[in-house]
């Protein structure tokens, strides 16, 4: 009996491509006055754009306008960007690492490796053990989280927590007290998960209600956290949406229409413009099986207006009325997820255990409601952003911050001011001596990775 045999193929084929034709990469301050142009020809590949604006996000760039085509087998983008002052990328170690992030030796590793920091491991990254808790939100629910930790000896070094139409979601790095690196022992983690899993049930008794795992493979936070979310319907919303919740101003208009021509579905969003908006766009449509061909990204003043013409991985298009609005409602929903108007709120400590089970009861006997957080530690320094709204949703009351500072000031320091959203936002105000300060997340994992 004749034997069959495969031809066989050389591994180095499917990339062959792109050793041959390796990605070209242009930092270009002297086209625009008052941007830096950068410019990417590659390889076309699945994940590409994601990628690339992942990176130019985590630099904690402002994206003011894009132009993307990727049709066939080449990528061609075009990003004009600015720092958060709105000032040009000239520093030249910023210049030197967007070129090699971007770049062959950038592209030739996982574009998910490739980001600073940010980055979701197995089981543990570094000396943190990396946890993902998703549930029904309710006020208070962070500093009960946290207790559980503290009383279990957990530390939590970083943290970045989401709420979105009464859903949260968090992925909290956390090590063990004691030793300062990961935790390894089964018993221990489960009892941790078990205790977790039962708070965020709360007084319900489905376990559907609430999640409670260890972070597996590697993802971006950001990433994650819109997977999370979008895995647990968020967008859905059930009506409890609410105009204190969302402002008229914060209002997106998402439409999806047909381009007959080149047989595309164009999706068209108009906003108020925010940092890592592109990146939460192309982040859902990535992750909803969509790929993006064309792209035209400007803004306008305060105002956004974004138009991506795509097509579902299988190469359809969006024909049924209940697809296009199920993209309308998630990409909505991406949008609102980091929208967080109010007052935010940071502070700074020497870290310790049981920090942020103190200050998040601190909040919650203030009657502050977080709707958003970013908790980092920066060698021996906890610092910890958050924002928040009192538990009915409402702007938060002067005296409440009056009573907030007088309770902590003398143990940390505390910086308010109006989230930059806020269209009566006013000048921020420093307290307690600490000068005004930026929070990056993005930068953070890499610090603990050092």
């Known amino acids: 009996m004749a034997k069959a045999c495969w031809p066989y193929f050389d591994p180095e084929y499917e990339t062959l491509s792109a050793r041959m034709n390796p990605p070209r990469v242009s930092v270009d301050n002297i086209s625009c006055r008052h941007c830096t142009v950068v410019k990417i020809d590659s390889v076309n590949k699945p994940g590409i754009l994601l990628e690339v604006v992942q990176i130019l ?11 993307i085509s990727s049709d066939g087998g080449w990528f061609m983008d ?9 000032k040009k990328i000239t520093d030249g ?3 030197d690492y967007i070129e090699r992030a971007l770049g062959p030796k950038g592209h030739a590793a996982d574009g998910m490796k490739n980001c600073p920091g940010k980055r979701v491991g197995v089981h543990s990254v570094g000396n943190h053990t990396a946890i993902e808790l998703v549930g029904r939100d309710r006020p208070g629910l962070l500093s009960e989280i946290s207790a559980v930790l503290a009383d279990l000896q957990f530390n939590v070094a970083a943290a970045e927590v989401w709420t979105h139409n009464r859903r949260i979601a968090c992925v909290l790095y956390v090590n063990d007290y004691s030793t300062n690196h990961a935790v390894h022992d089964l018993n221990r983690l489960s009892i941790m998960e078990e205790q977790l899993k039962h708070i965020l049930r709360g007084s319900e008794d489905d376990d559907k209600v609430a999640c409670t795992s260890f972070s597996m493979g590697f993802t971006h936070t950001d990433r994650r956290l819109h997977q999370m979310l979008f895995a647990d319907r968020d967008y859905e919303g059930s009506g409890v949406t609410s105009e204190v919740d969302y402002p008229s101003s914060f209002k997106p208009k998402v439409t999806v229409d047909r381009c007959e021509e080149k047989g595309y579905s164009v999706v068209s969003v108009q906003c108020k413009d925010r940092a890592k908006l592109m990146f939460d766009i192309v982040c859902t449509l990535t992750d909803m099986q969509y790929v993006v061909f064309h792209a035209n990204i400007s803004s ?14 299988d190469g ?4 049924a ?9 998630c990409l909505e929903a991406s949008i609102h997820r980091r929208v967080s108007e109010g007052l935010s709120l940071e502070l700074c400590a020497k870290d310790r255990v049981g920090l942020l089970s103190e200050v998040t009861r601190i909040l919650r006997e203030n009657g502050l409601s977080v709707r958003r957080a970013g908790i980092s530690t920066i060698g021996e320094e906890a610092v910890n952003v958050f924002y928040v709204r009192d538990t009915y949703g409402n702007p938060v009351e002067s005296k409440k911050i009056e009573a907030l500072r007088r309770e902590i000031g003398h143990t940390m320091m505390l910086n308010v001011k109006k989230d930059p959203g806020s269209a ?11 000068a005004k300060t930026s929070f990056f997340f ?9």
């Open 57 to 67: 996000t985590d630099l904690d760039f402002t994206i003011t306008k894009a132009y």
């Open 78 to 86: 075009v990003f004009h960007v600015t720092d958060q002052q709105g």
């Open 93 to 95: 170690r910023t210049v």
């Open 300 to 313: 306008n003043g305060p105002y956004a207006s974004q138009e991506y013409f795509i097509r579902h991985m």
């Open 316 to 319: 359809c298009t969006l024909d």
């Open 321 to 329: 009325e209940g697809e296009k609005e199920r993209v309308i409602k």
């Open 424 to 434: 009566k936002a006013p000048e921020a105000e420093a307290i307690s001596g600490w």
């Open 442 to 450: 993005g930068n953070l994992l890499d610090k603990l990775l050092a």
